[in-house]
């Protein structure tokens, strides 16, 4: 009798402990290499994208300045934001006016080129490199610095003005220029929309241009009627990173105005304005609360570009 | 009022390198032409110099007597069906129909009216509000062929216009563009390198090969009468049986042959060749019999093959001396692989060609 219950419990413990160990072993032999694989990009996203997340979304609902815990203030930041920042709304101004001026400009640039580089002209390839090389340059430091040196006051570009009589003004200090300086340099750097249109134009038919000459269409009705509306999906494409690129955009700003924005706040970027909050000021609840506004701005300006793509973008299938 | 089409000493080079190698050839008014050719000879290349979308590097292009050279595409009075249909994907079907009439800035009640016409012909008329990826291969291939029709043109030029549909559409496709040539009656010039189309289509076939013509001529005249052994293999499906043989005697009224160990009599005299010559002779596959007592024997052969197409039985077969043969008999005939056979054929449709190919 005194048997029994030992054996029904040595029983159920096996088989209590053989499913668990059956079931890890599965998971370790089948799939154990590939999550070890796995395990480089698991860190990666949930320790350097996911975490910094959930973490700055926590903090721009506190008073946090680094060397103190963070203090939950509720949404005193945003309220702040939104009622009392003047700076907010003139950097989200330079912003809008930065974006919605360069991201066109740069756009038509770098579709003109890539129009004349697609008429098979001779050593094409080495103009595509040249042409693209500003966007390889163009974010880095020493490229914002070369072009403080060429548009300051007596900068490379007033010398080539002074040739013929004109005395340009400091662009760089002027707030009337100023930020136009900035606009110039993202649209120099056209070189990766322009490679992603030539592309987009190789993929035209040539028999669609060649029934539209049958048909009688000049070289503007074929640009307006086939090729424009077909380079549409390369369009939207091209604008949606362009638009992020802008509202993203930082180190031009802060090196050509020496991280402050000026003259009077008139290249104060968002990002920049961001950056001022963080690292000078050590408001990091603060400007986290700015980095979640910006997030929101951005995914506003691409659902709304998604929304009307319907209307615009032609898919062949 | 129907167009001529001429071609004096046309050239084509890229470069250095010549690919039409100066082509003399008349399209009458009205007239259905057919360039036929394997891929590479230039029938595409020649279509597009006549629409003007390819330069012509010499010779002269004349339509209705006047010289079109330098005439821009727009204006030559031709429209074009492309091997791609080439329609504008973002454009309505009617959209795509009024494309030409808008960039002639014609009326819009006109526009209405001939997109009107041009989709009753083609029986498109639901479809006018789709877009090209609503539509099937053989309605894309209608609209493709209404674009053309509503611009009214001189001349209508296809670019291969079936070889992007199945079998099936492709000939109920070829039987719609012929019955289109007989009611507007324009000029047309097909490019195509299935030769049933051509055979099917064409008033005119002009065979081309490596940038010269072969032979131009109606479909049954270059089916009966090749002018070489290109032709002759060209034309005609399955293609012509074609031995070696050498002429054994000849005279004014025949000539005496030997092709595959077989002595075959000529009812007719041969042109420049005398005994002793090197020949090839060509008999049809559908030309050859197999019931002995009909024509004269033509070659003793082992069958390889027989295919049963139910009204015909296909025989694929080698001589003796290793040529292939075909052999095309009506009916269903029940033939062991392997078997010995001997051909007949009636001399009367007998080809024979010299040494250089030409028919003699």
């Known amino acids: 009798m005194a048997s029994a219950p030992s054996h029904e419990v040595a029983q159920g413990g096996s088989v209590a402990g053989a499913a668990a160990p059956s079931w890890w072993a599965a998971a370790r032999s089948k799939n154990g290499p590939g999550y070890l694989f796995l395990l480089p990009w698991f860190i990666g996203f949930f320790g350097l994208t996911l975490g910094p997340i959930l973490i700055s979304l926590y903090l721009s609902f506190t008073d946090f300045d680094l060397l103190t815990a963070p203090h939950w203030n509720g949404g005193a930041n945003f309220v702040r934001i939104f009622t009392a920042d003047a700076k907010f709304i003139q950097s989200m101004r330079v912003t809008l006016f930065f974006v919605i001026v360069s991201v066109p400009l740069k756009l038509a640039f770098a579709l003109g080129v890539a129009l004349l580089l697609n008429r098979g002209m001779r050593g094409l390839p080495i103009y595509r490199a040249i042409f693209y090389l500003p966007s390889l340059l163009g974010a880095s430091v020493a490229i914002a610095v070369l072009w403080r040196q060429l548009f300051a006051g007596n900068g490379l570009v007033n010398q080539f003005l002074l040739n013929f009589g004109i005395v340009g003004p400091s662009w760089i200090s002027n707030p009337r220029y100023s930020l136009w300086t900035l606009i110039a340099l993202a649209v120099w750097q056209f070189g990766s929309p322009m490679i992603i249109f030539l592309a987009g134009l190789r993929q035209i038919p040539l028999d669609m241009y060649e029934a539209a000459s049958l048909d009688g269409a000049g070289r503007w009705r074929m640009f307006r009627k086939i090729t424009l509306p077909l380079l549409t999906p390369v369009i939207f494409f091209n604008a949606i990173i362009q638009t992020i690129e802008g509202f993203k955009s930082f180190t031009p700003a802060f090196i050509i105005s020496g991280g402050t924005g000026n003259p009077i706040n008139s290249t104060l970027f968002y990002t920049l304005y961001l950056y001022q909050e963080a690292f000078g000021f050590f408001r990091m609840g603060y400007a986290s609360a700015l980095a979640w506004i910006l997030l929101v701005i951005v995914a506003l300006f691409t659902s709304f570009s998604f929304l009307t793509s319907k209307y615009w973008v032609h898919y062949d299938n | ?360």
Request: charge should be neutral; proline fraction near 5%; glycine fraction near 10%.
């Open chain 2, 1 to 360: 009022m129907a167009t001529r089409v001429m071609l004096q000493q046309v050239q084509k080079r890229y470069g250095e390198v010549e690919v039409i190698h100066g082509i003399d050839l008349s399209i009458e008014p009205g007239e259905f032409a057919v360039f036929v050719g394997p891929s590479g000879c230039g029938k595409s290349t020649l279509l597009r110099m006549i629409a003007g979308l390819e330069p012509i590097s010499g010779g002269d292009l004349l339509i209705d007597g006047q010289r079109m050279n330098a005439v821009p595409a727009a204006k030559r009075g031709i429209a074009m069906v492309f091997q791609s249909y080439a329609l504008y994907p973002h454009m309505s079907v009617y959209q795509n129909l009024a494309f030409g009439l808008e960039t002639a800035r014609l009326p819009k009640a006109e526009i209405a009216t001939r997109v009107a016409r041009a989709a009753e012909i083609l029986r498109i008329e639901p479809l006018l509000k789709r877009k090209p990826k609503q539509l099937s291969g053989g309605q894309r291939q209608r609209v493709a062929i209404g674009r053309a029709i509503v611009r009214e043109p001189r001349i209508f030029l296809f670019d291969e216009p079936l070889s992007n549909l199945d079998a099936e559409l492709r000939v109920q496709m070829r039987v719609e563009i012929a019955k289109l040539h007989k009611e507007l009656g324009n000029t047309m010039i097909y490019v195509t390198h299935d030769q049933v189309e051509a055979m099917t289509m064409a008033d005119k076939i002009v065979v081309l090969r490596a940038g010269n013509i072969e032979q131009v001529g109606a479909p049954l005249d270059l089916y009966n009468t090749p002018r070489n052994l290109f032709v002759a293999g060209f034309i005609g499906s399955p293609k012509m049986n074609i031995l070696a043989a050498r002429v054994e005697s000849a005279d004014g009224a025949g000539a005496k042959l030997l092709a595959a160990g077989q002595a075959i009599a000529l009812p007719r005299a041969l042109r420049a060749s005398g005994p002793g010559a090197r020949v090839s002779v060509g008999a049809r596959p559908e030309h050859l019999m197999i019931a002995p007592g009909s024509g004269i024997p033509f070659a003793d052969v082992t069958v390889d093959l027989v295919e049963q197409l139910g009204g015909q039985t296909m025989i694929y077969a080698t001589t003796a001396g290793g040529e292939a043969m075909t052999i095309a008999v009506d009916g269903q005939q029940k033939i062991a692989l392997g078997t010995a056979l001997t051909t007949h054929v009636d001399p009367a449709r007998l080809h024979v060609f010299d040494a250089d190919g030409l028919a003699i």
